[in-house]
């Protein structure tokens, strides 16, 4: 069993949109810059018209009704990278490769085209095969200084805010859930040198039903009707690959 790269811990709370920069730092270590995207995945097969992606709010239709998306945050932590092969831990130390409880951070999604930087860390070299993070609902007794910085967000995970057919919305959601994402082909990461990862939220699939009509987020709420339609699609809504030109698409 090989050992697991948690590289990305101590850039959360410092570097935050650091990713911005060209450069890869004065001591010229490699580094991965960590990029949120929005879109419509190619592969993800929803009926209905795709949407262009300008700036915000981000406006979506499937003819009949029309969802305008202001505002998107997430709560992220635990976010990993994993090495392929043995040699993920080859410049630490062993007990430095166990899995390490970070965050959790909040994330405002992008609602604008291309690829948006979060924050920079320095990383080993070598190839990366997999990104792995969680969807966390934020707690108040394992999350105390978080939820005290964001009250509204207690035992939530995502918030979304907008309208549906004009009328004002908030969606919240409290899903908790682990993604683990392969890197097909795995990131590279090189002496002295810089890869860029994205991790592309596809929120196009969030507020439909199976055939693509889309649904009122306020029938999603905890409760209602389309929670959990809606959690699963929130759930299989993720994507990440190395993404050289920041353009938020893969390939």
Known sequence: MYARSTVLAAAVAATLLSACSDSTG?????????????????????????FAVAAAPMT?????NTLVIDQVELVLREIELERVGEDACALVADDSCEKLELGPILLDLPLTAG???????????GHYGEV?????????????????????LADRSI???????????????????EQEIDLVPPMVVGESGSADLTLRVD??????????????PATANKGEPNEGQVKNNIQNGFEAFEDADRDGVEG
């Open 132 to 152: 792995e993070f969680e969807v966390h609902k934020a707690s108040s007794s394992d999350d105390a200084a978080f939820v005290a910085q964001h009250p509204d």
């Open 203 to 216: 929120l196009d699939r969030w507020f439909r039903d199976d055939a693509g009509a889309l649904l009122d």
């Open 159 to 177: 918030r979304v805010t907008g309208s549906y057919n004009g009328a004002a919305f908030t969606f919240y959601s409290d899903i908790d859930v």
């Open 115 to 125: 690829a948006v930087g979060q924050f920079t860390v320095a990383v080993d070299t």
């Open 60 to 64: 979506l239709t499937d003819g009949a």
């Open 26 to 50: 004065a001591s010229g270590d490699p580094q991965v810059r960590f990029n949120l995207a929005t879109g419509s995945s190619p592969a993800a097969g929803m009926a209905g018209p795709a």
